[in-house]
Each structure stands twice: as structure tokens, then as C-alpha cells.
């Protein structure tokens, strides 16, 4: 994939204002022939020879695995550093995530990092969705945008590792022969050489491509806003069950930190699920959690930003019933405020209980049950702030 524009003389000789940069070749003749093999191959061989069950399971597993090694490596491991991993779980992450042909690591989580610094911005954020949907889905990667110009200068604690460095050095000759040689060795193993290539090969490919680009396209502009609405990001669950949890991006591009994307409990996210149940094992560890105050804090602030914009644009309630309903969302925003503040306090005064050695356990405990008492209460806000809200729309 992706081999991110790193042509150094571009960077030299800056094109006219009016003509698009040079196409990226290796990149539109990858993409453009994967797409078509699948469009064109795929239906012909199966109509004309038929696909082993093996090959389609193939396909299958392979997608999925490609899939989870760029989320719950590339991404949520790497470029967001939001848990610590077994080397031996890197090593697969490795070789799934190059197999899904989406440049190295290095390049995948340099860019990546800009596209969160520089949210939006159509000259610094590599795949900007305020240039439009296929400039972010892919036309990024076909010509050499200066905002997709690579710098690594972002990624210091990546270039440290030995076994990405690695990666990064021998990615194409590893990338064709994890693309090419394992379909074919699956072809052979299971009599059925074609349809492993075919099936195994172009068509998972190309699937997999497609479902990782969706979380800069789709994702930027298909879902609702309940955490920001100062990026385009969005949270939607549809995009969620496709991308392996990653559709839940509202929430990530606020808390990147967090190993999870659907951070409630029955949100799909097999990415965090499966970052959780390898810490089970012992494959994983220091998984790094928002505190439910901050989740809180950004969910009521948005409310309120809504409840806001409603009120001001509603033209069909009396007058009246908005004077109350503005009495109503002053009163909420009020106690919002005193709890922001009864937390800041109590918080304040549980840190320095914990550095005082001599603090007892069970003071520590009340400052704590303190804190619990407080995010109930915001719950309990979010809710009747819910209700509100269906008032005003
Ligand atoms: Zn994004
Ligand atoms: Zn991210």
C-alpha cells in the first residue's frame, strides 16, 4: 500500500498551484489492479470453477487477522502506545499487519499521529475528510500530497525498536511475499491453487484495504458527535461491526489514549475485547482507561452544547414553554458546574491524602466513595439531560 509519497524530489520543486501533485504509480497500479482482479476474478473463477470451502475460509481468516493486526497493533499499540504487548504478540502483529499491505509501521503510525494533531486541517492532516470523501478514503495515497510528505520526527520511541526497524527496512520484499507466498503455500497445502490466490490473496486484500480506509472516510462523516463535535470524527456503530470496533471514533479522537473505541461494555469493539482477554494471559498489559469522570464531563458538556443550539434555533415551541425549558437547562448547567467543582475539590484532597504516609486507609476509602458519589450524580444528569433534550428537538 501506501507507499506514502517519499519522493524527495517533490519536495524540492513544488508544483503549479493549478496541477495536481505527481501520481503515486506503484500505489494506483496496486490499487486499481487488486480492485479489478476482485471485481473481475472473483465472480469468473467461481462461476466457471467454484472455491473450495478452504479458500473461502481462507479469505475469511485472513481478513480478519490482517484486520485486528493493523487496529489492535498498528493502531491502538503503536500509533497511540495505549497498552503494553508481549514481543511475541508484536511479532504476530507484525506479520498480519504487513501482510495488509498498508505500508510499515513507521509510516502507518507517523501519519496516523499527524492525521490526530492536525484533525481536519486540509494542508497538515494527511487524509483530511474536509477534502471530500475519496481524497480521505484513498486518493490520499495516490498522489504525492505535501500533506502526506513523511516525517518521522513523530515517532522517536517507534524507531527504537529493533523489530520495526526491521520491518521497515525489508517492508516490500516481506509485503509481497506474505501477499503472494502465503495464498500459494495455502494453495498447494490444500489442492486448490487458484482459488487460494484468487480468494486468499486479491479478493482479502482488497476487502481488508477497504474496511481500514472506511475509518478515515466513513468514519469522518457518517455517526453522531456525543463526545466533541470539534472534528468531524463520528461514532457509529454500523462502521463498528465492519472495522473491528474501530467505528466508534468520536470517542477515539477525544481520548486516543484509551485501548478501547466503544468504551461502554456492550458497544462492539472486538479490538478492546481481544486487548482484554490476552491480558488474561499475560500477553498484555498496562491497559491504559479514561476515568469515567473525564467520559462524563465530555458527554454533559456536548448536551449542553446542543441544548444551547436548540434553544436558540427552536421556532415551534410557545414562548412559554421555552422560557422554561431555558430555566431547565440553566438549572442542569448549574449543578454541572458545582459537581465539576465538588470533584476537583475532592480529588484535591485525595491526592494529598495519599501522599501524607500517615493518611488512614479508610480516609483514603470515603474520598474515594466520594468521587463514586459524584459520577453517580453526573449520571444521573446525563439521563435527565437525555429527556431534556427530546424536549427541545
Ligand atoms: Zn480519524
Ligand atoms: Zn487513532
Known sequence: MPDTPRNEQTLAAPAAAESPPPLVWANVLMFALSFAGALILVPWYGLT???????????????GANGMAVTAGYHRLWAHRTYDAHWSLRLLYLFFGTMALQNSVFAWC????????HVDDVDRDPYSARRGFWFSHIGWMLREYASGRPDFSNI????????LAFQHRYYVPLAVALNI??????GILS?????????AGVLRLVWSHHITFFINSLAHMWGSRPYTDEN???????IAVVTYGEGYHNFHHIFAHDYRNGVRWWQWDPTKWLIAGLQVVGLTRRLKRTPVFQIQRALLAMQFTRARERLASNRHAGRSHLEQLRARVAHEYESFLAALADWSRVKDQWLGEKKRAVSEHWEQLQLQARLREIERRLSRQLRRMRILQAQLA
Open 156 to 163: 522517536p520511541d517507534l524507531k527504537r525498536d529493533p523489530m
Open 49 to 63: 470453477h467454484g472455491f473450495s470451502p478452504a479458500a473461502w475460509a481462507a479469505c475469511v481468516l485472513l481478513a
Open 232 to 238: 468531524t470524527a463520528r461514532d457509529n456503530p454500523v
Open 181 to 186: 507466498g502465503l495464498p500459494l503455500l495455502l
Open 191 to 199: 489442492h486448490d491453487v487458484w482459488g487460494m490466490l484468487i480468494l
Open 110 to 117: 507517523s501519519g496516523h499521529r499527524t492525521h490526530h494533531l
